[in-house]
Antibody, heavy 121, light 111 residues
Framework: QVQLVQSGAEVKKPGASVKVSCKVS????????MHWVRQAPGKGLEWMGG????????IYAQKFQGRVTMTEDTSTDTAYMELSSLRSEDTAVYYC??????????????WGQGTMVTVSS | QSVLTQPPSVSAAPGQKVTISCSGS????????VSWYQQLPGTAPKLLIY???KRPSGIPDRFSGSKSGTSATLGITGLQTGDEADYYC????????????FGTGTKVTVL
């Protein structure tokens, strides 16, 4: 079975960047379409972006365009999400998420444990 | 703010039934599959329903999903204390460029 294990909590200053990792086990990263979702304290879920297998490209939510970069290292089966120009509103738990058949690309049935990113001066 | 609207909260006694609505538009629910997620406090979301009404392996049939037009509904029967959680609908939106959207979330309270 597939497992997603994320990196530990981070504390960053405003204006800095953060890079969160998501290590895949049980499958190879090339077999999955990885997405990233965040959740600010006491708030709802917010999709940030992910891999579109139809186009073979990573798509980003308009809100994060220019500030977020999602990459993959297939040699270590690790996905990364880097968010730059951090501000206090970026304080949130960041999740990686993906899906396996029979669940298709319209749902996320496999989630990482989450990484808390705190942005504070 | 989300383009999928859910009631902030619903409640019922143990053993009773609750329904949670998710209202969208033709660019999202109207033309895409709807999923439902359960999030217990301090944990990652868990998929309950995919493709409008299908349950992943291990999800009890107390949970059901339906879709009609631009709205979707999650039903929970035989409510248990362990069902007390936040519930989110989710789907793709293709209004301008494709993006995934989650509902505003509903807190289920077991009285």
């Amino acid at each position: 079975q597939v497992q997603l294990v994320q990196s530990g909590a981070e504390v960053k200053k405003p204006g800095a960047s953060v890079k969160v990792s998501c290590k895949v086990s049980g499958y190879t990263l090339t077999e999955l379409s990885m997405h990233w979702v965040r959740q600010a304290p006491g708030k709802g879920l917010e999709w940030m972006g992910g891999f579109d297998p139809e186009d073979g490209e990573t798509i980003y939510a308009q809100k994060f365009q220019g500030r977020v970069t999602m990459t993959e290292d297939t040699s270590t089966d690790t996905a990364y999400m880097e968010l730059s120009s951090l501000r206090s509103e970026d304080t949130a738990v960041y999740y990686c998420a993906t899906f396996l058949e029979p669940v298709g690309p319209d749902s996320f049935d496999i989630w990482g444990q989450g990484t808390m990113v705190t942005v504070s001066s | 703010q989300s383009v999928l609207t859910q009631p902030p909260s619903v409640s019922a006694a143990p053993g009773q039934k609750v329904t949670i609505s998710c209202s969208g538009s033709s660019s999202n629910i109207g033309n895409n599959y709807v999923s439902w997620y359960q999030q217990l406090p301090g944990t990652a979301p868990k998929l309950l329903i995919y493709e409008n009404n299908k349950r992943p392996s291990g999800i009890p049939d107390r949970f059901s999903g339906s879709k009609s037009g631009t709205s979707a509904t999650l039903g929970i029967t035989g409510l248990q204390t362990g069902d007390e959680a936040d519930y989110y609908c989710g789907t793709w939106d293709s209004s301008l460029s494709a993006f995934y959207v989650f509902g505003t979330g509903t807190k289920v309270t077991v009285l």
